[in-house]
């Protein structure tokens, strides 16, 4: 079956400029994460989503990002204004349910100019 | 909040050796999970551990849930090229709240 996919691949902006990253979880996994990996490093936790629960958004690193989870399948992670420190890989990850394994898609590469 | 820490941080190694790496914490976790992230893609589950003690193992690779619940090891035998990569502990903390990743182990085999 397929995987959890993500869209671009890969996206090149300019400073001040705001973005949206899709991800498209396993079809019925309830669960899905947001990650963010900077080049070399581990894994970043941005924010989580479960059902219909409010989403655990403890990991976002400033009110420039925001996430939606539409009808409980796909997401969309957005960075408002963006600045050169955002550049990195998002990842995204599902899972079947709560806490089980995560399954991750390729990743948005975010490059900012 | 909780941590993970991996080691080594990098290792070099021949093809047709033995691996071995560990992933540890200060506080107990409830699952382990081992995952492989091949450069530009995003990691993939290798083996996951539920139980204190918990030996498993898929093709090569062998991990173990430390007994203590505040570790755990990896290991990978007779490596091949392909087994390059990082690889990622991820620990479920004792209030089932949230994974916690560690800052993975990058391994180059040499040919």
């Known amino acids: 079956g397929a995987g959890v996919s993500q869209s671009p691949s890969n996206k090149v902006t300019e400073k001040g400029k705001d973005v949206e990253l899709r991800c498209d979880p396993i079809s019925g996994h309830t669960a899905l994460y947001w990650y963010r990996q900077s080049l070399g490093q581990g894994l970043e936790f941005l924010i989580y989503?479960?059902?219909?629960?409010?989403?655990?958004k403890s990991g976002l690193p400033s009110d420039r990002f925001s996430a939606e989870r539409t009808g409980g399948s796909v997401s969309t992670l957005t960075i408002q204004r963006t600045q050169q420190e955002d550049s990195a890989v998002y990842l995204c990850a599902s899972s079947l349910v709560s806490l089980s394994e995560q399954f991750f898609g390729p990743g948005t590469r975010l490059t900012v100019l | 909040g909780q941590q993970l820490n991996q080691s080594p941080q990098s290792m070099f190694i021949q093809e047709g050796e033995d691996v071995s790496m560990n992933c540890t914490s200060s506080?107990?976790?409830?699952?382990w999970l081992w995952y492989k992230q091949d450069p530009g893609e995003g990691p993939v589950l290798l083996i996951a551990l539920y139980k204190a003690g918990e030996l498993t193992s898929n093709g090569r690779l062998t991990a173990q849930f430390g007994i203590t619940r505040k570790d755990s090891f990896l290991n990978i035998s007779a490596s091949i090229p392909s087994d390059v990569g990082i690889y990622f502990c991820?620990?479920?903390?004792?209030?089932?709240?949230?994974?916690?990743f560690g800052p993975g182990t990058r391994l180059s085999v040499l040919p």
């Open positions: 506080s107990i976790f409830n699952t």
């Open positions: 991820a620990g479920l903390d004792n209030y089932g709240q949230n994974f916690v």
């Open positions: 989503f479960q059902g219909n629960s409010a989403p655990d």
